[in-house]
Structures are given as C-alpha cells and as structure tokens.
C-alpha cells in the first residue's frame, strides 16, 4: 500500500521536492497541474497538495502519514504528531511589526493593542505572556495593509527578508518565533510503517548531512 505524503502549496513546495528527490524518493511522473492528489513515478507514494495551514490537519488525523510543515504552522495548529527532522529550507521569523514610529517603544506601553494576525493562537500566547490585553484581528491574507486603513495597530505575520514591511512603512519590532520546514509524520502511521518511515528519514538526514558538508 503506497504511503501518502502531505506538502504545502506554495513557498515551502519546490523545495520539499528537492529534499525528497535528494533523499531518494521518487517525484511524481508529471507534473499534476490542478490535481491535488498524485502518484509517484513508481506509486509507491502518493503526493497530497494542500493549504499550509491544512498539512498537519491531514496528518494528524490519518489522511497522510507523513508531511512537510513550516515550524509556524505547527505551532498554531498544536497538532499531536512525530515531528523527527528539521529541514533547511523555509527559513522565516513570526514577527511582530508595526508602523516605524513605533520602533524601539515597549509593546506594553499600548493599551489594549489591536493586532491583526493569521496566528491567533501564537499571538495571544506571545502577549498575555506579557501581561498584555491585545485584541485580536483575525484576517486570512494582506495582514500588512490592517495597519494602513486603521484596522489594527500592529500585526504579527511570516517574514522572510522585510521587503513587504518596508514598501508598506513597517517595521519588525519583536520575534515571537523562529521557523523552518519540518517533517511530520502521523504517530499510529509510524507504528504501522516504521521501516518504510524510518528509511524516510535517514535518507532525509544523510541528504542534510552531505549538503552542510560541501556547503
């Protein structure tokens, strides 16, 4: 029975695939196009493609045994999984960030932040542990413009290189978490498919074994 693997549509896809082809497992035949599920060049996996957010869902819950998940997702989603490796890739921080005047001034020195954020969870963790009553503003995308139009004062987001901060006149201001890819696997799927995991990721260590050698 082929095992299925959950990756992440979008940034982290490419290079879980690299990784994968790396470690010496197959790729899919062709590319799937609008397919959301496809098998390998010799079936003995099968690719599920789904939203970031959803990976450690399907995981967790049976759908896949083994995925590929930022750190950040992980985090928010609090899922019950193995998680045996770090990959190098997906290198980001979930920053908080707001206008640059606010630069270098004490988050608890604002009453009641209005924070925008795609990371609920994770936020009101980071600031009721600071003794901070932030009201949360839950939004699904462009979380750099709640700012701009007044919906929130500061947001908490992914960032990569601050580019999309800067062009919108913000500024990180605090790290709440550092991340990166992340290989998971469903617990009860381990314990039915150790050999076949288990060679996963040895295969996966040994390929970031030998690219921090030559690098």
Known sequence: MPLTIALPKGRLTDDALIWLARAGWPLPAEDPGRRLIAPSSDSSMHYMLAKPMDVPVFVEQGAADVGIAGLDVLRERAAD?????RLPFGQCRLAVAGPAARAGR????DAYPRVATKYPRLTEQ???SRGISAELIVLSG???????VNLADLIVDLVQTGATL????????RTILDSQA???LNRASYRLHTAALDRLIDALRAAVA????KD
């Open 81 to 85: 999984l193995f998680e045996p490796l």
């Open 106 to 109: 004490p988050l608890r020195l």
């Open 126 to 128: 980071y600031f009721r």
């Open 142 to 148: 462009s979380v750099e413009l709640a700012p701009l």
């Open 166 to 173: 800067r062009e919108n006149g913000l500024v990180e201001l």
């Open 182 to 184: 992340v290989l998971i």
């Open 210 to 213: 030998e690219k921090k050698i």
